[in-house]
């Protein structure tokens, strides 16, 4: 079946430091790719998302590109804030379906 | 306008005892998801409601998990009797559209079975 990793965390950073949070991905068919990020007592929002190999998705600085060669879309941001602190998600959508396969999640938290 | 709300925010409760928590989606949304997380693990899909109507129960554990949407507006989840790998986060979503990922999620009720 369809499954998304992400490297384990928690991902500890100073302010202004780059980001990358990793996420690969096992997938039968052509799936969409999505970051979510749940900030504390919040629900998860969905940040940035791409539907095929080469896109780019990007949003509020956060960028990550759907990698087919290699299955991945890593998650990268250039300088961090603390404001960013927050739980990020990986997760895939199979074509036809609507209901997401997550990863378990990657913490990050940034100093200021 | 208000989002997904979800009730309680954390539950503690004793193994065997029952449990019920609460979404309340955004006004207008037909679709009412629920997923649940378990302590460092994937989010997983539990249902989804159609209005009142269970569109898609496959994520649903065991018997001990009852999910209702009566008048397809909020949504109650119980689990009876609560066994200690029940525990978790329950997250609740909403969407306008069926076939959309654009779900809106809820904060989450905690659910610690001691």
């Known amino acids: 079946g369809d499954s998304v990793t992400q490297m384990e965390g928690p991902v500890t950073l100073s302010e202004e430091a780059f980001l990358t949070i990793n996420c690969t991905y096992t997938?039968?068919?052509?799936?969409?790719l999505f970051w979510y990020v749940q900030y504390p007592g919040e629900g998860l929002q969905l940040l940035l998302k791409?539907?095929?190999?080469?896109d780019k998705g990007s949003n509020k600085g956060f960028e990550a590109t759907y990698r087919k060669e290699t299955t991945s879309f890593h998650l990268e941001k250039g300088s961090v804030q603390v404001s960013d602190s927050a739980v990020y998600f990986c997760?895939?959508?199979?074509?036809?379906?609507?209901?997401?396969?997550f990863g378990r999640g990657t913490s990050l938290i940034v100093h200021p | 306008e208000a989002g997904v709300t979800q009730f309680p925010s954390h539950s503690v409760i004793e193994k065997g005892q029952t449990v019920t928590l609460r979404c309340d989606p955004i006004s207008g949304h037909d679709n009412l998801y629920w997923y649940r997380r378990v302590m460092g693990k994937e989010i997983k899909f539990l249902l989804h409601f159609v209005k009142e109507s269970k569109q898609d129960e496959s994520g649903m554990p065991n018997n001990r998990f009852l999910a209702e949407r009566t008048g397809g507006t909020y949504s109650t989840l119980k689990v009876q009797p609560a066994e200690l790998e029940d525990s978790g986060v329950y997250f609740c979503a909403s969407s306008q559209v069926s076939s959309s990922y654009e779900q809106y999620f809820g904060p989450g009720t905690r659910l610690t079975v001691t």
């Open positions: 997760a895939l959508i199979e074509g036809g379906s609507y209901i997401p396969t």
């Open positions: 791409a539907t095929k190999a080469d």
């Open positions: 997938a039968t068919g052509y799936p969409s």
